[in-house]
């Protein structure tokens, strides 16, 4: 078993080798793509290039722009010289980016020529199947035999006192998140294999892939904070790869780059919070921290609480370092499913959970988590109601549940917050293929103002699609109820009636948001352009199967793991991991705090059910009505806010309450500033001192030279003056 | 040394060398007046105005101008005289009521014995001064050459 | 007379002497000037031979030495302003400025 456990992350690792070193040399794309159609709709000269434009992306305010005349004769056959510079071997030419598009345009656009052949994927998905295995019988080893596994690789660090050890710990927590990390990661690989295969980086996306699979494992797997670290960070590199996989294309370089800023600025407290924790206890290791941190004082751990869920924040994009993950949504799609649903935001969670025994003992940390967590939930909902891309939705909605995780861990609900996590990993990363499958059918249309009618087309991935909204809006049955209605039962029960308030308008919230993309996607008519219509067709087996298979766990979850709430499997699995915090959070004159019930149907259990199942179902009710039946109603709506302030609140909401602006201004802008009148202290001040010395030195010298005059009156002058202060030296003073 | 003639300069120089002389005599030391007398009087003056006169052809009425920097000049000279004069009246040297007299012989001996070397080291000097004089007083080559 | 009033003399002359090399324009006078000087610490030797017993003539063996180096260096100074006379045909030392600045 321990050797499994090694395997885990080690397969992936091994993939991003082969995929690196061998890739390029077993796929074969052809320098001229597919021919072009005169159409409306975006450029979609796909030579199988990597750094596509995206030319389908459009911005939040305005309507996509029908390609020009020149757009549309560049991207026609006859301008295929500039493939000249394109080589098949995988590397990229010098392609303009109009002329590239990685989007997979499978199957529907006819052919004149070879057909590309992808071979590199077979190992790098074949390992992380081999991962999955291993890592289902690792969890079934956990979970079912109760048993706990170490190991120990070697020594990394020993120096002196300080000693790290590359060392895998699977416990109950881990391996829930090594089931929903290996499950989502082997789907979204499957998936890809169709998604990208229009695309000439098609190697190295598989590279990156399984880098990212080996960094998630490695972090969740480590048994010290600087194991957890490195997976921390290597996660980070590969969110900025990824997002930025077209490369070519300014906007996603530049999510890719505000992802890894925006993390990095978690990245910083987190790193501070580690270096404090061994400052101060001398260890890294989990157990071992765990059992001395109540040797520290509670201004100390709640500092270290905090710097922790400071990196936490910035990993899962909680506010304010939320504002990478929407522009995150620039990556190829499967990215934003693995990794901003499914697993890397997850790692936030994952840290918080796993020091649950520091936070435990810092009641002032815990309430910042949970604030952060309720505000962000409702911030990021109310800002999810107006968008109009499907992926933004999804990203927001992402922050939105996740935010419920960290509320969840907050009030010391730390089973509800993982059991939330590995449902929400499910749906989540269902819907993000779903919405993939999508964008693939409608070639690259992902403005749901767009779509339409698209349910008979695609009926596959409108059926999972359902399936996933109904667990995202917490439906009873389905996966997101159970976790979600704990979450809102724990929040109640431990007093937190605020909180509790807030949870269930943002249930009612997400339901409406979730929903209301779904009629504007799937239902009414088509609202696109005519030939994009007549090309819908359902996605490739590839892609379409992951999702079945991703809503049958949607479907189950909550019944398998959730049932009785509060007394379900999950909660025996992982009673042991949080065994020391289970009192923590909990306010005084709540109901947890007086003798424990345990959960009653008829009682107030039961109400709190009802109450959230409720909110959701009102959520859709109002999204149909507003969507299917009568699609005035918004903007009626919005006019009749009193005060005339519907419009604005509308405006605020589609352009993200403004955070980004102010980001833009505060630190942009104003490191500009800054950096502009340090520039002038620098160039003025410190140089003017360097220069004003040389000038001072160069004048005193002019006037000194001038003593100099080759005559020797003058000189004897001098003489003569010398003579006379001798003389008064020894005459007068007399020394 | 106001004087605006260089010749009357010269001349007032030789007279003052001779009141020198006669101090010297006054003071009971008739060798030094006489050296002074020889040496003064007859050489060095006759070399100043055989100077002058090789310089100043055919101007020996040239004027000889002040600098201008005559004013500080005359603060520094006066700063020295008082300095000087100050210290030295005020001073107990320990002096006799009356002079004494030189003991011709004893300066004599004297030379000869307990101040030989200075004597030999003043006559290399003499020696390295004509020789230099000469070199450096001399018409330059190549006019004669060219003629 | 007493010693003082010599050596009052004797500063007097120097100061002279200084006056002159320090303000005259033309270089014999400057040479006179130094001849002058030279005179003047003469005449202090030998008034210290004088007034002062335990000398023992060194006073006025002294000045004699004094002589003979004022001698020489009254004839090389000499030739070195007939020199530089004849090649710059001035005698004023305001032109001799070849080494300044």
């Known amino acids: 078993m321990e050797l499994l456990i090694v395997l885990i992350p080690a397969l992936p690792l091994a993939g991003f080798l082969f995929a690196v070193l061998v890739g390029p040399r077993l796929d074969r794309v052809p320098v001229h793509g597919h021919a072009e159609h005169g159409e409306e709709s975006h450029a979609d000269a796909a030579h199988g290039d990597a750094g596509a434009a995206d030319h389908d992306a459009v911005d939040e305010s305005g309507f996509r722009p029908i390609p020009s005349e020149e757009e549309q004769a560049a991207t026609s056959p006859h301008a295929g010289h500039a493939d000249d510079l394109a080589n098949s071997n995988g590397a990229d030419g010098v392609i303009p980016p109009e002329l590239n598009d990685g989007l997979g345009q499978a199957g529907h656009v006819t052919e004149d020529g070879p057909q590309p052949v992808y071979r590199s994927w077979i190992v790098p998905v074949g390992l992380v199947g081999l991962s999955w295995i291993f890592s289902m019988f690792v969890f079934a080893g956990v979970v079912f035999g109760g048993n706990e596994y170490h190991v120990t690789l070697y020594e990394w660090i020993g120096s002196g006192d300080f000693r790290i050890d590359i060392a895998f710990t699977v416990d109950s927590l881990t391996a829930m998140l090594l089931l929903v990390v290996s499950t989502v990661g082997l789907l979204v690989h499957v998936y890809s294999i169709g998604y990208m295969n229009r695309d000439r980086g098609f190697w190295r996306f598989f590279a990156y892939l399984n880098l990212f699979m080996f960094s998630m494992l490695l972090l969740i797997l480590g048994d010290n904070f600087l194991l957890l670290y490195v997976g921390w960070e290597a996660v980070g590199l590969c969110s900025y790869l990824l997002i930025g996989y077209w490369y070519k294309k300014p906007s996603a370089a530049g999510a890719a780059k505000k992802a890894f800023v925006v993390n990095r600025i978690g990245d910083f407290g987190f790193g501070l919070g580690v270096i404090l924790i061994w400052v101060n206890l001398g260890t890294l290791s989990f157990r071992e921290v765990f059992e001395q941190i109540g040797t520290l004082e509670g201004g100390t751990v709640t500092l270290i609480a905090l710097l922790l869920f400071a990196g936490a924040v910035g990993k899962s994009a909680q506010f304010p370092l939320h504002v990478w993950l929407p522009d995150a949504m620039e990556g190829p799609t499967p990215v934003s499913a693995l990794i901003h649903a499914a697993t890397m935001v997850n790692a936030g969670v994952y840290l918080v959970a796993r020091a649950n025994p520091i936070f435990a003992e810092s009641p002032a940390a815990m309430w910042v988590v949970a604030g952060i967590g309720v505000f962000t939930a409702i911030f990021a909902a109310a800002i999810a109601l107006t968008q109009n891309d499907i992926k933004k939705v999804l990203a927001y909605s992402t922050v939105s549940q996740l935010a419920y995780m960290f509320f969840a861990l907050g009030i010391g609900a730390w089973v509800a917050a993982i059991f939330h996590l590995v449902s929400h990993g499910f749906f989540k990363g269902l819907l993000f293929m779903g919405s993939g499958s999508v964008i693939h059918g409608a070639a690259g249309e992902q403005d749901i103002r767009f779509l339409g009618g698209m349910r008979e087309r695609m009926r596959w991935t409108y059926r999972t699609m359902v399936v996933g909204s109904l667990a995202l809006a917490g439906i009873p049955i389905f996966a997101g109820f159970f976790s979600k209605d704990e979450i809102l039962a724990e929040a109640f029960n431990r007093g937190y009636y605020l909180f509790y308030v807030i949870g269930v308008v943002v249930a009612f919230m997400t339901a409406f948001y979730t929903f209301r993309m779904i009629y504007l996607t799937f239902h009414g008519r088509w609202r696109g352009g005519r030939d994009v219509f007549r090309q819908i067709h359902e996605s490739a087996p590839t892609m379409v199967a992951p999702l079945v298979i991703l809503a049958v766990p949607t479907i189950l979850a909550g019944l398998l793991l959730g049932i009785p709430p509060e007394g379900g499997l999950i909660h025996g699995w992982l009673e042991e991991v949080f065994a020391h915090s289970e009192a923590a959070g909990v306010l005084p004159g709540s109901l947890a705090a007086g003798e424990h019930h345990g959960f009653e149907l008829l009682g107030i259990g039961g109400l709190l059910l009802l109450v959230g199942a409720s909110a959701g179902a009102a959520g859709i009710w109002l999204a149909y009505r507003w969507y299917v039946l009568d699609p005035e109603a918004p903007k009626r709506f919005v006019q009749r806010i009193p005060f005339g302030l519907g419009p604005g609140m509308y405006a605020a909401s589609v352009n993200k309450y403004y955070v980004d602006d102010v980001y833009q201004l505060v630190f942009a802008r104003g490191g500009v500033l800054l950096a502009n009148a340090l520039w002038w202290f620098d160039a003025k001040v410190i140089d003017g001192a360097v220069n004003g010395i040389a000038w001072i030195a160069q004048r005193l010298g002019g006037l000194l030279r001038k003593v100099q005059t080759g005559r020797v009156e003058n000189y004897g002058l001098g003489m003569a003056a010398g003579l006379v202060l001798v003389l008064i030296a020894y005459l007068v003073i007399r020394p | 040394m106001t004087l605006r003639n260089i010749i009357h300069s010269a001349i007032a120089m030789m007279v003052c060398f001779g009141a020198l002389a006669g101090m010297y005599a006054l003071l009971g030391a008739p060798i030094v007046a006489a050296a002074q007398v020889l040496i003064y009087l007859g050489a060095i003056s006759v070399l100043i105005l055989f100077a002058i006169m090789l310089t100043q052809a055919g101007d020996a009425n040239l004027p000889a101008p002040f600098h201008r920097q005559v004013w500080l000049a005359a603060l520094a000279a006066l700063l020295i005289v008082g300095l000087i004069g100050w210290g030295a009246v005020s001073t107990d040297w320990g002096a006799a009521a009356a002079t004494v007299a030189v003991d011709l012989n004893a300066i004599a001996a004297a030379l000869f014995t307990d101040y030989a070397l200075p004597l030999e080291i003043v006559s290399l000097l003499l020696l390295a001064a004509i020789i230099g004089a000469i070199f450096l007083a001399r018409r330059p080559e190549e006019d004669e050459r060219a003629n | ?101």
């Open chain 3, 1 to 101: 007379m007493g010693l003082a009033s010599y050596l009052i003399v004797s500063t007097l002359l120097f100061g002279i002497g200084a006056f002159g090399f320090l303000a005259r324009r033309n270089a014999i006078l400057m040479l006179i000037s130094i001849e002058l000087m030279l005179n003047s610490v003469n005449l202090s030797l030998v008034a210290f031979n004088a007034y002062i017993p335990e000398a023992q003539n060194a006073g006025a063996l002294f000045a004699l030495l004094v002589m003979a180096v004022a001698a020489a260096e009254a004839t090389v100074g000499l030739a070195l302003v007939i020199a530089i006379i004849r090649t710059r045909q001035t005698a004023e030392v305001d032109a001799y400025s070849d080494l300044k600045e």
